[in-house]
């Protein structure tokens, strides 16, 4: 039988195993209980109650290894939510009802939980507010890491402006990301360059407004694992990939591969505070160096991705994120 507080709740999706499975063997080897829950399944597969009295406040969780109790979880890991997947015989018009109240249900019992001392990675609210993308920009230059010149816009007039600013180096991708999970099985929308052909083609603004930024010179690029004040670095060339050398996503497997890398200790202080300041205590950051050995700052993703990185270079990123999962409350 568990000692109090000795349950981890670690929040995912049914198709996301490799990070999870890490972070839960670490955890059991520091004599904690990691609980996975799948977050589609609420509410067909597990039941969630928030209870709350004059004289009585609780989170119950049951599933079918058991019922769970706020006291009884230390902390949460909010690795990924999906919305709720529901009986398919259900009219369009009560399916978003349901997906509606099971997302707010599952709100409250996260801040019931919080409210009863458990520790969150990241804090409630923290991962919303921190992909607010110019806000993150504007943080980053102001902590005096160098930014891309950049403009989030539906203004026709403005995406020409910059092309003309940048001399037609350019490219475009989305605000929020589409990918959620290394197994690649949900839409993605990567980064593209925009030429003097697209410019008569930006009609679909109407309908959603992206990101225009400056086209950095590559060396080779990094994906930065944040975990607290330590930084673990993979660096990835993918020059030699036609389709990747704008996104390296899209190259092929045998076209580059991911190696250690190195993030300079002024940019890496600069960037610890940067994720400091958006209230994360784990974030996924990502630079270009420049042939000249320049670091320039794209953005931090508070649910990145780092799987790749511990798989393929060892990077200890499940057991930094174990280390804080495990702290013991006060």
């Given at each position: 039988m568990s000692s109090p507080r000795d349950n981890v709740l670690l929040l995912t999706h049914?198709?996301?195993?490799?990070?999870?499975?890490?972070?839960?063997?670490?955890?059991?080897?520091?004599?904690?209980?990691?609980?996975?829950?799948?977050?589609?399944?609420?509410?067909?597969?597990?039941?969630?109650?928030?209870?709350?009295?004059?004289?009585?406040?609780?989170?119950?969780?049951?599933?079918?290894?058991?019922?769970?109790?706020?006291?009884?979880v230390r902390s949460v890991w909010l690795r990924r939510r999906m919305p709720a997947r529901l009986d398919a015989s259900l009219e369009p018009v009560w399916r978003e009802s349901c997906v509606r109240e099971s997302w707010a249900a599952l709100d409250g019992a996260l801040d019931g939980l919080a409210a009863a001392g458990c520790r969150f990675i990241n804090p409630l609210g923290s991962d919303v507010a921190?992909?607010?993308?110019?806000?993150?920009?504007?943080?980053?230059?102001?902590?005096?890491?160098?930014?891309?010149?950049?403009?989030?816009?539906?203004?026709?007039?403005?995406?020409?402006?910059?092309?003309?600013?940048?001399?037609?180096?350019?490219?475009?991708?989305?605000?929020?990301?589409l990918s959620q999970s290394m197994d690649g099985r949900r839409p993605f929308v990567y980064t593209s360059a925009i030429g003097p052909e697209h410019?008569?083609?930006?009609?679909?603004?109407?309908?959603?407004?992206?990101?225009?930024?400056?086209?950095?010179?590559?060396?080779?690029?990094?994906r930065v694992a944040v975990v607290g004040g330590r930084c673990f670095v993979g660096a990835i060339d993918a020059s030699r990939s036609v389709a990747g050398q704008v996104d390296w996503r899209r190259s092929r497997a045998d076209e580059c591969q991911w190696t250690h890398g190195e993030l300079p200790g002024s940019v890496a202080g600069r960037l610890v505070r940067l994720v400091a300041a958006l209230g994360l205590v784990y974030g996924a950051a990502d630079f270009i160096v420049t042939p000249e050995g320049r670091h320039v700052f794209l953005e931090v993703n508070p649910g990145g991705e780092w799987?790749?990185?511990?798989r393929?270079?060892?990077?200890?990123?499940?057991?930094?994120?174990?280390?804080?999962?495990a702290v013991p409350l006060p």
């Open positions: 049914g198709a996301d195993h490799y990070t999870v499975d890490r972070v839960a063997g670490e955890l059991s080897r520091r004599g904690l209980r990691p609980l996975r829950i799948d977050t589609e399944g609420f509410p067909a597969g597990w039941e969630l109650s928030s209870v709350l009295g004059p004289e009585r406040e609780d989170v119950l969780l049951r599933t079918s290894a058991g019922v769970l109790h706020a006291r009884e921190a992909e607010n993308k110019p806000r993150q920009l504007r943080l980053a230059r102001a902590l005096g890491l160098e930014i891309p010149r950049t403009v989030v816009t539906n203004d026709e007039a403005q995406v020409r402006a910059l092309f003309d600013e940048v001399r037609g180096r350019m490219v475009a991708k989305m605000l929020t990301p410019l008569g083609q930006l009609d679909g603004l109407r309908h959603a407004p992206m990101v225009f930024q400056e086209r950095v010179d590559k060396a080779h690029e990094l799987g790749m990185l511990e393929e270079l060892g990077l200890p990123i499940a057991e930094a994120l174990a280390d804080a999962l």
